[in-house]
């Protein structure tokens, strides 16, 4: 009897060998069908939230751009505003020349603009202060509102430091046939850009546009 069951036991062990081999590879396909699903689902939820935040980083990027175009019409609205006021005309005598000279500031210091001047075909200030002399950037910006008879606006320029400042260029209507001129605004726009960056919901987002070169016509278009 113990020469036969030892028989049969010898005999059985493969089978019981091969029944467990069967088991482990069962039970491997099946940690592996886990594993792909869990992975499958994982990639689809990815892709879920990585389309839903694009979504809404392109909803704010638009929301944005509005701003932007909005602030930037503004400014040439108001540079088209001032250039229609017949104070502007260059004057003719030292006593008229103090009385705009005067006006001008107070409308500089009211409207928070940085600089205000009444400027020939060339740049020269004829009236107010631009605290610097036209260098060719605005001397071209003087050109191009001349030529074609509508406000301008320069592309954001650090003078010094951080601020970001911008030029707006209005011809002055002329009804006498007199020498064009065209009054300038210089604008301090470092205080709207940075409340602007700082709302974007991603630190790296705000990274970026600190650094890139802006281009508010790029932005905005031309209004």
Sequence with gaps: MTDGSQTADRLNAPEFLRGNIILFLILLVFCAVIVLA?????????????S?????????????????????SERLGAARFLASNP?????????????LQEWL???????????????????????GDLGRPADRRLRDLVAEALRSGHPVAS??????????????????????????QAVVLRVDAS?????????????????HLRLRPFSLADVAGHA
């Design 38 to 50: 869990g992975f499958r689902v994982y990639q689809a939820q990815k892709k879920e939230v990585e």
């Design 52 to 72: 839903a935040a694009a979504a809404q980083l392109s909803a704010i990027a638009d929301l944005k751009v509005q701003q932007v175009r909005a602030w930037r």
């Design 87 to 99: 104070m502007l005309v260059a004057p003719v005598n030292p006593e008229e020349t103090a009385e």
């Design 105 to 127: 500031q107070r409308f500089r210091d009211q409207y928070g603009y940085l600089d205000l001047a009444v400027v020939g075909p060339t740049g020269r200030v004829l009236v």
């Design 155 to 180: 592309d954001l320029d650090r003078y010094s430091g951080q601020s970001a400042k911008m030029d707006i260029v209005a011809p002055i209507p002329s009804k006498t046939g007199g020498p064009k």
């Design 191 to 207: 205080a709207f850009l940075y409340a602007m960056i700082q709302s974007w919901p991603t630190p790296g987002a705000r990274r």
